[in-house]
């Protein structure tokens, strides 16, 4: 984690309005703790804040109607990823066949910061975000979903491999390519 | 090996020129530059006021959540 930023103590967290409902206390942390992982790999992986909305609200909704098919033999956040990817490779397929477009704009970027920041460091925030995206943009859609999911520090080589069906040395391998790859890329956006 | 840290190297190059003209911020690899995007990046509270809603309007279940989970 970078040491140069200065995060409070203690995060402000709204209330979740998933505990006003009755017997979901358990489900609510389970979005507590795991939604922003899923938002975020959205997020980068469609490049859309609005359908990286839609996915976690949706990949939830379809977690909270089919627990009964979770048997556990995963961890509940690599279940989660796996619901999360193969619903955003239906949408870029769904796009692909439509030949659409990301409709990603500023004024939508604008929603992306963190409500509590403030004004400067959105604005640093909101250009970092863009840069990383359209390193990301660059990169083929594998090589993308590896950098991804290896950042996430929950995540074992073993658990991305099950997730993207391949060895855990393949992903070593493509990893390498990635991230060198995304540094270039990234370079260009400043 | 040498051929590997060289690569490295270069990656950490690239990343580290490239800060944020409002602040000095610097990268040593792409894997903390995205840990950092999305430790920045929240969900909009939207989503879960949504899907509360959407919760709320589907058939109760007979069990509860974790009924369904654990008493299969």
Not at chain 1, 16 to 39: C, G, I, Q, W
Not at chain 1, 128 to 143: P, V
Not at chain 2, 40 to 56: F, G, K, M, Y
């Amino acid at each position: 984690m970078d040491s140069c930023v200065n995060e409070p103590a203690v995060a402000m967290t709204p209330t979740n309005p998933l505990r006003s409902l009755p017997d979901t206390a358990a489900f609510a942390d389970l979005y507590d703790e795991h939604s922003k992982a899923v938002y975020y790999l959205a997020l980068r992986f469609l490049a859309d804040p609005q359908k990286a909305e839609d996915v976690t609200h949706d990949v939830f909704l379809k977690v909270y109607r089919k627990l009964g098919e979770f048997h556990g033999d995963s961890s509940v956040r690599t279940w989660l990823y796996r619901i999360t990817i193969n619903h955003c490779q239906n949408l870029k397929q769904s796009w692909s066949s439509r030949n659409l477009i990301s409709t990603a704009d500023d004024a939508i970027w604008n929603t992306t910061a963190a409500p509590a920041e403030s004004p400067l460091h959105a604005l640093e925030t909101k250009e970092l975000g863009e840069r990383i995206q359209k390193a990301l943009d660059a990169l083929s859609e594998e090589y993308r979903l590896l950098l991804l999911l290896v950042a996430d520090e929950q995540l074992s080589y073993d658990e991305v491999a099950a997730l993207t069906d391949q060895t855990a040395d393949a992903v070593r391998g493509k990893l390498h390519r990635a991230r060198k790859a995304f540094a270039v890329h990234f370079a260009k956006t400043a | 090996m040498k051929h590997e840290s060289k690569q490295r190297s270069q990656e950490q190059e690239q990343l580290s020129q490239f800060t944020a003209p409002q602040a000095t911020r610097e990268f040593a690899a792409t894997d903390e530059l995205l840990r950092h995007d999305a430790a920045q990046t929240d969900v909009p509270p939207a989503v879960a006021e949504r899907l509360t809603q959407s919760i709320a309007k589907l058939p109760k279940p007979s069990r509860s959540w974790w009924e369904r989970l654990w008493k299969r």
